[in-house]
């Protein structure tokens, strides 16, 4: 059974920073791709980020040059730095990996203003 633990969310001003850290259990981590979703009532979960399981890394247009994603195996945990946030940036952000299935965390919210 793996479980996604989620923090770092918040409220923050455009132009601003936040850091998201996702903290995984029951799984191998360190041979996982993991990934950052977001969503909005208005709009489907949308891939924001991912890291494979030897640190390539993709980003979505919408984020390309302000986000960063990174891991720490040791410690079991994905990161999400976001800098230069803007309102359109405001959803609740999921971690996510699959082993056989999809696991996703609670998820965390994340609130921009302008």
């Known amino acids: 059974q793996v479980q996604l633990v989620e923090s770092g969310g918040g409220l923050v001003q455009a132009g601003g920073s936040l850091r998201l850290s996702c903290v995984a259990s029951g799984s191998i981590f360190r041979l996982n791709a993991m990934n950052w979703y977001r969503q909005t009532p208005e709009k489907q979960r949308e891939l924001v980020a991912t890291i494979t399981s030897i640190g390539y890394t993709y980003y979505a247009d919408s984020v390309k040059g302000r986000f960063t994603i990174s891991r720490d195996n040791a410690k079991s945990t994905v990161y999400l730095q976001m800098n230069s946030l803007k309102p359109e940036d405001t959803a609740v952000y999921y971690c996510?990996?699959?082993?056989?299935?999809?696991?996703w965390g609670q998820g965390t919210q994340v609130t921009v203003s302008s």
């Open positions: 996510n990996t699959k082993q056989i299935i999809d696991y």
